[in-house]
């Protein structure tokens, strides 16, 4: 048995370097990409190289073989990488990939060494590797979403301001994206690049509607189709629009401090039953084995855990309002 840890580590560092080396044995088109842009480069000069800066800057996904890799072994890595998108940040499938399998390989190996089973701690192992950078993405998302949400409004104004002195729509976006800081101004700044490279503004701002997927959003981008097919006053409309948004967010706060104390209390009901489990398996491991060895403790603990996932969701069916 005490030949057993040493042999899994050695397994873990096997597979580590076996799937860097497949990641960098992937064959990729970089080589051929740079001798395009290059050819082409020599033949439209400096347009060109306007035109891919441009591209740099609006363009969040880069094709290297490490994503390449892991994007054969995750399950719908597009939809991965529309996540990883609406985050803000520069993370990569990549790097979302070995996140994964590095907390995998971690915390399988810590459950080992504290005389977890071997499917046990492959499996808690699996469930942290794959729970905890879905989750650590998913806050990332709904706080960039929120801070999106919370200054729209005022990037309307702006707009509704900029149309009655006369600008034109494409130009307004221009104007809010270098004026409003935060998420808000980095999407208008991408539409705006959109449009300079010769996206028309219909599909500039249905494409960010897409990877942001708020509704606030979407509401703004079918203002702004519905405007440009049937006309009428723009400015008025995008104004309505900000106070219904504007009282929207209200109403999103107060139902949110209403639930504040039932959520809260879920919560803390929820987890004691994990933590003081952890806690006492950290303490006397060989007591806590007894639930994965006695059947009755086994259909107990189970029977426990589907009656809490049935309470957890009645509880969050409860508070979950549609506005």
């Given at each position: 048995?005490?030949?057993?840890?040493?042999?899994?580590?050695?397994?873990?560092?096997?597979?580590?370097?076996?799937?860097?080396?497949?990641?960098?044995?992937?064959?990729?088109?970089?080589?051929?990409?740079?001798?395009?842009?290059?050819?082409?480069?020599?033949?439209?000069?400096?347009?060109?190289?306007?035109?891919?800066?441009?591209?740099?800057?609006?363009?969040?996904?880069?094709?290297?073989?490490?994503?390449?890799?892991?994007?054969?072994?995750?399950?719908?890595?597009?939809?991965?990488?529309?996540?990883?998108?609406?985050?803000?940040?520069?993370?990569?499938?990549?790097?979302?990939?070995?996140?994964?399998?590095?907390?995998?390989?971690?915390?399988?190996?810590?459950?080992?060494?504290?005389?977890m089973p071997i499917a046990l701690a492959?499996?808690?192992?699996?469930?942290?590797?794959?729970?905890?950078?879905?989750?650590?993405?998913?806050?990332?998302?709904?706080?960039?979403?929120?801070?999106?949400?919370?200054?729209?409004?005022?990037?309307?104004?702006?707009?509704?301001?900029?149309?009655?002195?006369?600008?034109?729509?494409?130009?307004?976006?221009?104007?809010?994206?270098?004026?409003?800081?935060?998420?808000?101004?980095?999407?208008?700044?991408?539409?705006?690049?959109?449009?300079?490279?010769?996206?028309?503004?219909?599909?500039?701002?249905?494409?960010?509607?897409?990877?942001?997927?708020?509704?606030?959003?979407?509401?703004?981008?079918?203002?702004?189709?519905?405007?440009?097919?049937?006309?009428?006053?723009?400015?008025?409309?995008?104004?309505?629009?900000?106070?219904?948004?504007?009282?929207?967010?209200?109403?999103?706060?107060?139902?949110?401090?209403?639930?504040?104390?039932?959520?809260?209390?879920?919560?803390?009901?929820?987890?004691?039953?994990?933590?003081?489990?952890?806690?006492?398996?950290?303490?006397?491991?060989?007591?806590?084995?007894?639930?994965?060895?006695?059947?009755?403790?086994?259909?107990?603990?189970?029977?426990?855990?589907?009656?809490m996932a049935i309470g957890a969701f009645?509880?969050?069916?409860?508070?979950?309002?549609?506005?």
């Amino acid at each position: 048995m005490e030949i057993l840890p040493l042999l899994l580590v050695m397994t873990g560092a096997c597979v580590v370097l076996g799937m860097l080396v497949f990641a960098f044995a992937v064959p990729s088109g970089g080589r051929v990409k740079s001798r395009r842009i290059a050819s082409l480069r020599e033949r439209h000069g400096d347009a060109m190289v306007v035109a891919e800066a441009q591209l740099r800057r609006i363009s969040n996904t880069r094709d290297t073989k490490m994503d390449v890799a892991f994007g054969r072994i995750l399950p719908n890595p597009a939809l991965l990488a529309k996540r990883l998108a609406m985050t803000g940040k520069t993370w990569t499938v990549g790097q979302y990939g070995m996140a994964t399998a590095g907390l995998t390989l971690v915390v399988a190996l810590l459950m080992l060494l504290k005389g977890m089973p071997i499917a046990l701690a492959v499996l808690f192992g699996l469930f942290v590797g794959i729970g905890l950078p879905h989750l650590v993405v998913g806050k990332t998302i709904q706080r960039r979403i929120g801070k999106f949400t919370a200054k729209f409004p005022d990037a309307i104004d702006l707009l509704v301001r900029g149309l009655r002195s006369g600008l034109p729509i494409s130009e307004t976006i221009g104007v809010v994206g270098q004026e409003v800081d935060g998420p808000v101004g980095e999407e208008f700044r991408s539409v705006s690049d959109k449009m300079k490279i010769g996206r028309t503004m219909d599909a500039a701002l249905q494409e960010t509607a897409d990877r942001l997927g708020t509704p606030e959003f979407q509401f703004f981008v079918i203002t702004i189709a519905i405007q440009r097919e049937t006309g009428g006053n723009l400015a008025e409309t995008l104004a309505n629009l900000a106070h219904v948004l504007r009282m929207r967010g209200q109403m999103k706060l107060k139902i949110k401090a209403m639930s504040s104390e039932s959520k809260a209390s879920a919560y803390i009901i929820g987890a004691l039953p994990f933590i003081v489990f952890g806690l006492i398996w950290f303490i006397n491991g060989k007591y806590m084995q007894n639930f994965f060895i006695d059947e009755r403790l086994m259909v107990i603990g189970m029977g426990g855990m589907v009656w809490m996932a049935i309470g957890a969701f009645i509880m969050a069916k409860m508070i979950n309002f549609e506005i």
